[in-house]
Each structure stands twice: as structure tokens, then as C-alpha cells.
Antibody, heavy 120, light 108 residues
Framework: DVQLVESGGGLVQPGGSLRLSCAAS????????MNWVRQAPGKGLEWISY????????YYADSVRGRFTISRDNAKNSLFLQMDSLRDEDTAVYHC?????????????WGQGTLVTVSS | EIVLTQSPGTLSLSPGERATLSCRAS???????LAWYQQRPGQAPRLLIH???SRAAGIPDRFSGSGSGTDFTLTISRLEPEDFAVYFC?????????FGQGTKLEIK
């Protein structure tokens, strides 16, 4: 079974940094593109970053570009999100998700998420 | 960006009833690049439908998707207790990809 398990969330002050991890299992991680998607409390879902299987193609949402960095380690079946210059509005549950790019690209498996709280 | 408006915000039904959830786009979603997800409290979102009408692997056939252009529908033919959850639509046609705000399906 496909499993995605996020970790690394927590409480951080505005302007601080945090690094999220996503451990993947149950599929050939190196063959799949991955996304980070977040969900602010009581709000909808927001896609924030994409990375292709080889790390050659990377995209960011405007809201995080220049502050967040997505990366992956295919040898360790792991996805990462380095979050710098955090703001109050970055408070959310952060999900990693596998991306199906066969026709368009959408998330076909998601992790449960890790909570990031930005507050002084 | 494409804004997706889901209705109703909350739908109260009983097990065994039929549920009809709507997702309306602010502009046409070409190629029917629309997906539906289910999210139970404290759980990961689960893909139900992609390409507007294609069921994802392992999804029961009581779930069906339809529509094109700007109007899309998720139908659950006979509600089971485990179907009471929040449902999101998503368009992946135009960047940025966007999600609807969700419909909460609750037990009446």
C-alpha cells in the first residue's frame, strides 16, 4: 500500500524556519512527481510546490516563492520542504502527495499532514 | 485564477439516501481536468474521481462524477456511514491549480 508520512511540524516564531519531511513507501518513489499542499485552519486546500521525479522541474505558488524550497532524496524515499521567513499566514497542516502526471497532474495519494503553527 | 464554488456548504442526509454535490468553476475547465477528494476528520484526503468522471482505484461504484465546462457534480448513490465527510473539488487545467472550499456531508 502507498504510504506517505509527514514530520517536522511544530510551533515557530514569525521569521523563523522549519524543515518538513515526508517518508514514502509502497511505491517506486523515484518514478513519481510529488507535491506539497497545505490547509489553513478552517480553510480550503492550497497547492504550494511541485517537484518532478528527477528534481529537474520545480514549481512554487506565488505565496511561498522565494521563501520555501522543495527537494527530494530518491535514495532515501524522502521529500522535503525547507520553510524560511515564516509568516503567520503560513500556519496550516502541510500534506505531501504523490502526483499522477499521466493526464494533467493531480494528487492520487496524500499523507495525513503535519501541523505548522507560526506565532509569537 | 479559476475559482471553484462548491454547494451546498453543508448537506444533511441519512444513510441510504442519494447525495448530489456541486462544483461550479468561474471559467471553463477544459479537458475535464477536475478531481474530487474525500476527507474524513484527522485523515488524509482521498482521491475519488479524476478527469471529471473516472473513478480512482478502489473507489466503490456508488461514487460517480459528471459534468463539463463550468459545472461538475459528484453523486453518491446510496450513502454508507463512512461516506459522511468533507468533499473537495479541484481543477488542474489552468495554473494555479485551485480547490473548492468544500462541502460537509453530515448525518441527518
Amino acid at each position: 500500500d502507498v504510504q506517505l508520512v509527514e514530520s517536522g511540524g511544530g510551533l515557530v516564531q514569525p521569521g523563523g524556519s522549519l524543515r518538513l519531511s515526508c517518508a514514502a513507501s509502497g511505491f517506486t518513489f523515484s518514478s513519481w512527481s510529488m507535491n506539497w499542499v497545505r490547509q489553513a485552519p478552517g480553510k480550503g486546500l492550497e497547492w504550494i510546490s511541485y517537484i518532478s521525479s528527477s528534481s529537474r522541474v520545480i514549481y512554487y505558488a506565488d505565496s511561498v516563492r522565494g521563501r520555501f524550497t522543495i527537494s527530494r532524496d530518491n535514495a532515501k524515499n524522502s521529500l522535503f520542504l525547507q520553510m524560511d521567513s515564516l509568516r503567520d499566514e503560513d500556519t496550516a497542516v502541510y500534506h505531501c502527495a504523490r502526483v499522477d502526471i499521466s493526464r494533467g497532474w493531480y494528487e492520487d495519494y496524500w499523507g495525513q499532514g503535519t501541523l505548522v503553527t507560526v506565532s509569537s | 485564477e479559476i475559482v471553484l464554488t462548491q454547494s451546498p456548504g453543508t448537506l444533511s442526509l441519512s444513510p441510504g439516501e442519494r447525495a448530489t454535490l456541486s462544483c461550479r468553476a468561474s471559467q471553463s475547465v477544459s479537458r475535464s481536468y477536475l478531481a474530487w477528494y474525500q476527507q474524513r476528520p484527522g485523515q488524509a484526503p482521498r482521491l475519488l474521481i479524476h478527469g471529471a468522471s473516472s473513478r480512482a482505484a478502489g473507489i466503490p461504484d456508488r461514487f460517480s462524477g459528471s459534468g463539463s465546462g463550468t459545472d461538475f457534480t459528484l453523486t453518491i448513490s446510496r450513502l454508507e456511514p463512512e461516506d459522511f465527510a468533507v468533499y473537495f473539488c479541484q481543477q488542474y487545467d489552468i495554473s494555479p491549480r485551485t480547490f473548492g472550499q468544500g462541502t460537509k456531508l453530515e448525518i441527518k
